[in-house]
């Protein structure tokens, strides 16, 4: 494991609310069990259960949602994700959430963001660079200033950049509204829109309007596409063009050319798919198919903190399940600085960090 932790790391696909300790989830769930707003032993034994059907899934991020919704458990949960990814020498990632509403409690899906920020900018283990440079002022905090430490060594940098998800359990209306929020909030380091949630809920036509303003703005987009099987949908999507998709499962033999003639990246999380019983053996995973084609794929954990993984877990897995060796593993990580959603400073800045990774590590 020490290998593939010490590689510099692109995470493309990762669920904030998916990626919390299970530590974090407990001490939360305990609290809200000593107020008596749920029962702490039936929410334990959920939290800790290893295995899970799609549909359980979304029924455990319904319980997470009650446990992390208010702005300051959302400004915790923020950090920590990105200072456990940043631990495992992932130097850039895209993190994705949904702006949520609740009226009873004052938040709007604007302030359900403000504390994400809120998150970034409280991480002390590792500097965080997440306003992009076209937005950073002289005197405005952007982290990357302070690059180096005290000591004159410099200090662990990661690049964080934000995807607002459209939960397929909203309307057209509330789209348009996170894709709003979105523009709104590109110079705090929004840089796209992610289509996801359950899968068998909700209409691609009813997404489409938001999806195709966003497209229009210029913001890219990255669908969760093929996740359960659907002959209505997947076509459609990959006609979309967007930027990235997630998962690409359940496709039929046309699906698989349009993509592959497409050459949109996918985002691939095997953790997740073995574990939701949505690809049943890792050895005929589409990952090999895909990777033999030379179509652009990244990997990533989809949900760290529900899956009980980790972005160096997923390179072990593949590495062992696939027979590459380190050098073809790094060159996937390497690959990913293409499909990132931020400028060319920042990719320059990767191609550097992993130019001098190659050379340390060899
Ligand atoms: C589809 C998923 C997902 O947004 O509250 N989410 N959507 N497929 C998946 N595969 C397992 N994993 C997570 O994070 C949790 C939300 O992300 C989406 C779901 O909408 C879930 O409620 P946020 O931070």
Redesign the pocket.
Known sequence: MEWWVSMPKIELHA????SIRDSTLLELARVLGEKGIIVFSDVEHVIMKNDRS?GE??KL?DLI?ILTTDHKTVTRITKEVVEDFASENVVYIEL???PKKNDSIGMSKRSYMEAVVEGLRAVTSVDVDFVPHNFSTQDSLNPIVMNDACDGTKRKKIYVRLLL?I?RRETTEAAMETVKLALELRDLGVVGIDL????VVGEWNTFLPALTFAQEQGLYITL?CG?VPNRKEVLPMLDFLPQRIGHAIFFEEEEWRQLKTSKIPVEICLT?NIK?ESISSIDIHHFVDLYNAKHPLVLCT??AGVFSTSLSNEYNIASAAFGLGKREMFELAQNGIDFIFAGDEVKQDLVEIFDLAAKKLN
């Open positions: 669920h904030l609310n998916g799609l899934v979304f991020f949602h994705r959430t949904t998800s939960d996801s949630g359950n899968p969760h996740e997740s939701t989809d949900d």
